[in-house]
């Protein structure tokens, strides 16, 4: 029996048991594929990006050898969801305001006006 692609999806986090061939996601066992905020959301520079891709690779270490299940998956996600919040409250990233939809998802941004 083959084995079924897994996902796991928060607001700003997907991850695929997947590599990404050809512009498709194909099923791998051993690889992980991270679709980080699908909604632009945010904008991101490279510093923040950078730190999220450290985080998810020292994630994906932590779990080397056990199996990636979708509640591994989850954990990985929320850990990722934790970092985007984290930056954010530290100016490290921003609120897009051309994204579609402006519902400050991780809290109100902090400004001297609302401050």
Not at 10 to 32: C, G, M, Q, S, W
Not at 35 to 44: R, S
Not at 60 to 70: F, M, N, P, S, V
Request: hydrophobic share 35%.
């Amino acid at each position: 029996m083959e084995k079924m692609l897994l996902k796991s999806t928060t607001r700003h986090v997907r991850i695929f048991t997947a590599e990404v061939v050809d512009e498709e996601l194909k099923f791998h066992p051993n690889k992980l594929t991270l679709d980080l905020d699908p909604d632009n959301e945010f904008i991101w520079n490279e510093d923040s990006l950078n730190k999220i891709n450290e985080k998810f690779n020292e994630l994906i270490k932590e779990r080397a050898g056990k199996d990636l299940d979708d509640y591994e998956l989850r954990k990985i996600g929320s850990e990722i969801e934790g970092l985007i919040k984290f930056l954010l409250q530290n100016g490290q990233l921003s609120y897009n305001p051309d994204c579609r939809v402006m519902n400050y998802s991780m809290g109100l941004p902090k400004t001297n006006e609302v401050l």
